[in-house]
């Protein structure tokens, strides 16, 4: 009897156990299906969120400038899509709205439409396609050559290489202009400034440095900012015709366009030579002008209400361009050992350099190119001021320069000193008068035209026949033609020497050699001379 009650208990607690084991199971099915309802609830209400957020409504809209309600979470230079594809860029970020600028030619916005996050910062197509084409700030083409095909893309901002990733700048930037070569040197990575009143001369100088790096490897990227479209015009002509556009990318937000293109088109160039550059190669790229770009930005900050500074300037105008000339440089051989040459314009007037945009851009540059309009209408071409031009990168200049330029710098001074000094009807002693003939045919010789750059090793050897004395005994409107028949006969006739020298080789021997085949020349010019006014008499 007791056995068979301890059998039916022990089974009653089996059944027992089973059934709250049940019980429990079924607990926690039902709690895991409400856990996932309340889940599935709060990711659709987070997803619903999330659209909210993602959408907002213009406010206001004028002179390319749309307010925007709503988009909290929108970020700085984000693009924002507006209806018909239409994009903008976001510069203020205030409490209750945002501040964006309309980017394109052709836009068509309207207050109470929707405005919706693209979470996309601007970018712009790069690479060897882009090469010999003619593109907005955006990317777009504009020479009627078809589209650009490429799939790499780069955001127009980006971070400057640092300190560690950067290398000495060392090696030269020819530009072909022998006042520059041979005085202001500039080496590859160097950020150099051409600063000058206008119409004298600024993008001449531009535009001989490209022309110049043809079959050196070197890309150019010139970036129009605010020219006439008859400018542009012109001087894409000029690149065709002397066979730049092989190497160049030409970058163009002409005057018609909105302050957007303006405001973008240096960002895009430096992207689009940031491209090459950390693949291994080297870049030149030219700001012109860094002024225009300056004032489409105040406009842009006024319009968006910011508060106006010096000239009614933004108080962040000098990040504006610090943080777009110091992304060029020369990188380590880790990094590829490319490199960003930078020439930024910028118009002074009355030849105020003092003014707000170029102080602040000579602070960021390595040294700038003063070209002076009293020299520019005296016939001195190009009309750069040497004393108050500088380049601040040391070694940017081969050894065969370096030793026939030497104390150039300091004889035009010295020369300049003693032209002033002369015109006051002072008599001179003979070694003042000599030096100051001397200072003259130098003077003569570093006049150059425009688009003809000329090679270093003819640079180098003209230079050094001039600092020798050669010249001195010319009459001086008759340098000119003895510089060009003498360069003539040098390719003819002294090759050899001439290739040493653009090898670096400057050595006594081959200066002697040089100085050899100039005497030879000067007799037969004097020949050649003599039998000329015998003819005309």
Known sequence: MDDTKRAISGKVKSEESNLNSELMTNDMEIATREAITKLKSRAENYKYRLEIDDLGIVTYVGNEVVLVSGLPRAMLNELLEFPDKVYGLTLNLERDELGCLLVGSEVSVEAGDRVRRTGRMVEVPVGEALLGRVVNPLGEPLDEKGPIRTEHRRFIEGDAPSVIERDIVDEPMQTGIKIIDAIIPLGRGQRELIIGDRDIGKTAIAIDAIINQRDTGVICIYVG?????????????????????????????????????????PYAGCAVAEEFMYSGRDVLIVYDDLTKHADAYREISLLLRRPPGREAYPADIFYLHSRLLERAGKLNSELGGGSMTALPIVETKAGNISAYIPTNIISITDGQIYLDLDLFNEGFRPAIDIGLSVSRVSGAQTEAMKEASGHLRLDIAQYQELASFSKLGTELNETARRQLIRGEHIIEILKQPQYSPMPVEEQVAIISIANQGYLDDLPLDQVKRFENELLRYLREEAFDILRKIRHDEFTEEIRMELEKRVQKFKEIFSTEKESKEEVEG
């Open 225 to 265: 900012i605010g020219q006439r479209k008859a400018a542009m015009a012109r001087l894409i002509s000029v690149f065709e015709e002397y066979k730049a556009m092989e190497h160049t990318i030409v970058i163009m937000a002409d005057a018609d366009n909105p302050p957007a293109m303006l405001y973008l088109a």
